[in-house]
């Protein structure tokens, strides 16, 4: 059987004209109504600054790409949209904001201006972070540790033995903990050689130097200094705290030097060693004297603790240092915050002496009143380098035995933010700075 065969009739010029309007109509309307997460990181919309970067974290370990939009609402995060992230950020309480994909170009327009003292970098992919700690317990907390696990991101702990056998080139990120690298095993000497977790750290110090093929603990920990600085001129990012900051650069300058006293090594320390130190070989102090008394809770004339008698800690605070977020992005990044004004706090090593800062580093934070760098940062190779002064953020003056800092009660932290900045920064995109 055959059937007629169908006539086709072609449509009318008004027909097509109304079809192309609804493609495009529904192309627009689609596009439009696409959307993208903003987590907004200004004082007033963000509820808890912290995990905010502990989400972005999250969102960079699944594969996705977020834009850094620097000076802008205090440093806010633009993230892909998906049910999966709204509800991540519900669970961890964190303020979001859902935009179209217009308002989000809107916003990238606005920052893109010349006029705006803003940026939007884009962060690629999570870096992998190792914490250099003692396996043992100590009687302090560590910020970063503490951050770290409030925020929800991992982190590896290594020591020693992983440095040593080069195991640091599987990191970006690596962060020195309330360490002594000068094998003085603190300087606690004076006020708690008596102490019991003072008497076993040291045997614990001196067996693993034994293990590892030194005579001294201070030989050993050099060696360990010298593998983290290769680790840095090859392209990885240090940040350190408290004595982890100047005493590695004392480490530095005295390759080659015994600057301990027979109650930390065994033997007399080299006659005349100040003079033999080279400052060459650090990475942000110069011309710095050393503490040569072994009762002194001090390292070296780099620390202003002793220096701050004038220094009230009701108006003990510093300031963040203002950069061009086009032409300076990264210690834009290291920089954001939802204040320019950050509670100051102390530690072992609390701040910087301003005149011992090499004039090739950046300072990011300082109390000019009392001619202090609180916040330092610094190119080494290929590699780079931040040290930040005190010991806790949230707690003014945190002593040996003192319980640790609950973040649950800090969430908004402006001096626990600085420390995020740096877990976030080797995530971005690099750009080649132009100054």
């Not at 010029?13 to 987590?39: E, H, M, N, W, Y």
């Not at 303020?95 to 217009?102: I, K, N, T, Y």
């Not at 510093?318 to 320019?340: G, I, R, Y």
Request: charged share 25%; net charge negative; glycine share 6%.
């Amino acid at each position: 059987m055959t059937y007629p065969s169908k006539k086709i009739v072609p449509e009318s010029p008004r027909a097509q004209s109304r079809g192309l309007f609804l493609f495009f109509f529904l192309f627009f309307f689609l596009k439009s109504t696409a959307s993208v997460i903003l987590i907004p990181m200004d004082a007033e919309s963000q509820e808890n600054h912290l995990k905010a970067y502990g989400i972005t974290y999250w969102v960079l370990n699944k594969q996705q790409k977020v834009q850094w939009l620097l000076n802008y609402r205090g440093g806010s995060f633009l993230l892909p949209d998906g049910e999966s992230i709204q509800k991540e950020c519900q669970i961890r309480g964190v303020s979001f904001e859902v935009l179209s994909d217009a308002q989000a170009a809107s916003i990238l327009d606005e920052i893109s201006s010349p006029s705006q003292n803003q940026e939007a970098v884009i962060l690629e992919k999570a870096p992998k972070i190792a914490v250099y700690s003692p396996k043992g317990n100590q009687p302090w907390d560590d910020a970063v540790t503490m951050v770290l696990t409030y925020a929800e991101i991992p982190y590896v702990t290594i020591y020693d033995e992983e440095v040593l056998d080069d195991k640091l080139a599987l990191y970006d990120w690596l962060h020195l903990h309330h360490e002594d690298f000068t094998g003085q095993y603190g300087k606690f000497y004076g006020a708690y050689r008596a102490a019991p977790w003072y008497i076993e750290a040291k045997a614990e110090a001196e067996a693993l130097a034994e293990k590892l093929g030194f005579s001294k603990v201070s030989d050993e920990k050099r060696a360990v200094a010298l593998k983290i600085r290769n680790y840095v001129i090859g392209g990885g990012f240090m940040f350190a705290m408290c004595s982890a900051t100047d005493s590695f650069d004392i480490a530095l300058a005295s390759e080659g030097v015994d600057i301990c006293e027979p109650m930390f090594d065994g033997d007399p320390s080299d006659a005349n060693y100040q003079n033999k130190l080279d400052f060459s070989r650090t990475f942000a102090f110069t011309n710095f004297i050393l503490e040569r008394n072994p009762l002194r809770y001090e390292f070296s004339s780099i620390d202003m603790t002793n220096k701050r008698r004038n220094v009230l800690k009701e108006s003990d605070y510093f300031s963040l240092m203002e950069f061009s977020a086009k032409w300076d992005p990264v210690p834009t990044m290291l920089t954001q915050n939802h204040t320019a004004l950050v509670k100051g706090f102390m530690g072992q090593t609390t701040a910087f002496t301003r005149t011992e800062v090499k004039p090739t580093v950046m300072v990011l934070g300082e109390n000019k009143l009392n001619s202090e760098a609180r916040y330092i940062h610094g190119i080494k190779g290929k590699g780079f380098f931040t040290f930040y002064g005190g010991h806790d953020p949230e707690d003014y003056q945190h002593r040996v035995g003192d319980p640790k800092t609950e973040l649950e009660l800090h969430p908004t932290s402006p001096g626990y933010r600085l420390i995020l900045n740096n877990v976030l920064f080797p995530a971005a995109r690099k750009k080649k700075q132009k100054t």
